[in-house]
């Protein structure tokens, strides 16, 4: 590993010198130098392989973390791992020009290690809708694709505020259960992007409070009496018609009554990408329906 860790360096140093560097600060107000024009970029979440294709510079990218699967095309890309266990050394043998880390999931361990070999590593913290556009802003002056990021910054913000005149021509909130655990029942807390997201929808989420994942038995979810019922696509296809069926053994929960229980792509949920959105108009067309009559 020493002898290959050296000639990585020796590399690096040749290469970086041709090209340039700038000082930049990421989300995490860390100074990072960076090279000018980072032609091998490592995006080490799927959330941020997703970021790279919305600005058009996936040519840029050498690897990316398993579960990269959208696009389609970001499946072909060569894997260092996943985002929480990293391939330390298959990361340094695809000579990064920088990597570009997420704060919650990626060890800081690798990345102090990679940091350590010379490779810059620029961090980004989504917590929210608005920051994740902002981090959509930031790569895309990482990357050159300024006006690109800012086009979809406002097409995004947009696609937001037509939501948000939808929901408020509504008359009330309904009470929504978010399923995102099966074995125990898991749901979301305040501080995620799917409580975000019930919200700016127009519902309620029954489970809001200071614990992120908060775990239920079903007598307290029949308790709380949702109207809807909410369950990701972790839960595929047969899996989620046997979880349905579960809740089809209360017949007392409105949701179960009115047949409001559905099944929802996790992986628009649960990434801090431009598919939030699409997340956010999913829910609300379940949730209300007829406040996009109008303009359908």
Known sequence: MKWFIAIFLILTLTEGAAGGTRT?????????????????VVALAPSITEIVFALKQEHRLVGVTRFSDYPPAAKRLPTVGTYIY?????????????CIA???????????????????????????????????LEIGNLLHETERAENIANSLRQRIDAVIERVSKIDRRPKVFFQ????????????????????????????????????????QVLAMAPEYIMITSMARDAEFESIKAEWNRWPEIPAVKTNRIFIVDSDLFDRASPRLVDALEVLVDIIHPQTGEETR
């Open 102 to 136: 997420v704060k919650d999931g990626n060890p800081e361990s690798v990345v102090l290690r990679l940091e350590a070999l010379g490779i810059p590593i620029y961090a980004v913290d989504p917590r929210n809708m608005d920051a994740v556009i902002e981090t959509i």
């Open 180 to 219: 995102i655990g099966i074995s125990p029942v898991v749901s979301v807390g305040t501080d995620t992007f799917i409580h975000e997201l019930i919200d700016m929808a127009g519902g309620v989420n029954l489970t809001a409070g200071s614990v992120p994942y908060p775990r239920y038995s079903r007598e």
């Open 86 to 98: 990293l391939d330390l050394e298959k990361i340094v043998s695809l000579r990064p020009d920088i």
């Open 24 to 40: 930049v600060y990421d989300e995490l107000g860390r100074q990072v130098v960076v090279p000018t024009d980072p032609r091998r």
